[in-house]
């Protein structure tokens, strides 16, 4: 055998030893990336979309000042993904482990949207049937058109009129959220 062909067998041999660790090497990745996929998606200890949650928060402003907070109170429970709390605190509670606190900052188009000036106006006092209406005060009236409950804020009147705001409190404003998670059910 030829010194040549003794060098060329020796390269191929090296460049099958490379090529196969790069293999080996590829498929430990993969499996590494399969297993963080499973048990972020398949592990109990982490909150997903589907878990039912129990949360204490304190939700604030900006300035600091708290509008709610349930720390007193019993946790509030939900279901990831139902809808039934606003979208931001759904998603801030997801990948939380129970017995964690984290602070986020949920933008208004994640919490209860801008605030909406076409949901203000001015009708006849007669129409909604409100006794002794106060301004400032918000009350729950049964909407005519689609029989729907709609919240509603007086902010002005006169003895004929009455000036309404249908947005929620918090609409055009961002939120800060302390959240603790106490249990994924």
Same mark, same amino acid.
């Given at each position: 055998?030829?010194?040549?062909?003794?060098?060329?067998?020796?390269?191929?041999?090296?460049?099958?030893?490379?090529?196969?660790?790069?293999?080996?090497?590829?498929?430990?990745?993969?499996?590494?990336?399969?297993?963080?996929?499973?048990?972020?998606?398949?592990?109990?200890?982490?909150? &997903? =979309?589907?878990?039912?949650?129990?949360?204490?928060?304190? !939700?604030?402003?900006?300035?600091?000042? +708290? /509008?709610?907070? @349930? %720390?007193?109170?019993?946790?509030?429970?939900?279901?990831?993904?139902?809808?039934?709390?606003?979208?931001?605190?759904?998603?801030?509670?997801?990948?939380?482990?129970?017995?964690?606190? &984290? =602070?986020?900052?949920?933008?208004?188009?994640?919490?209860? !949207?801008?605030?909406?000036?076409?949901? +203000? /106006?001015?009708? @006849? %006092?007669?129409?909604?049937?409100?006794?002794?209406?106060?301004?400032?005060?918000?009350?729950?009236?049964?909407?005519?058109?689609?029989?729907?409950?709609?919240?509603?804020?007086?902010?002005?009147?006169?003895?004929?009129?009455?000036?309404?705001?249908?947005?929620?409190?918090?609409?055009?404003?961002?939120?800060?959220?302390?959240?603790?998670?106490?249990?994924?059910?």
């Amino acid at each position: 055998m030829k010194t040549s062909e003794k060098v060329k067998g020796k390269e191929a041999v090296a460049a099958r030893k490379k090529r196969t660790r790069q293999y080996a090497i590829g498929a430990i990745v993969a499996l590494v990336v399969i297993a963080v996929v499973a048990f972020y998606l398949f592990n109990p200890f982490f909150a &997903k =979309t589907g878990d039912t949650v129990s949360v204490y928060y304190t !939700g604030s402003l900006a300035d600091g000042t +708290v /509008f709610d907070s @349930n %720390r007193e109170a019993s946790p509030l429970v939900f279901t990831i993904g139902q809808g039934k709390v606003i979208p931001g605190l759904e998603q801030a509670v997801i990948g939380m482990a129970p017995n964690t606190t &984290k =602070t986020v900052h949920i933008p208004m188009a994640h919490a209860y !949207g801008p605030y909406d000036s076409s949901l +203000v /106006f001015t009708a @006849n %006092r007669s129409d909604f049937g409100i006794e002794d209406p106060v301004i400032g005060e918000r009350y729950s009236i049964r909407r005519t058109a689609d029989n729907a409950v709609a919240y509603i804020k007086i902010i002005n009147m006169t003895d004929d009129t009455i000036t309404i705001d249908q947005n929620h409190d918090l609409a055009g404003k961002d939120l800060i959220f302390t959240i603790t998670l106490v249990r994924i059910a």
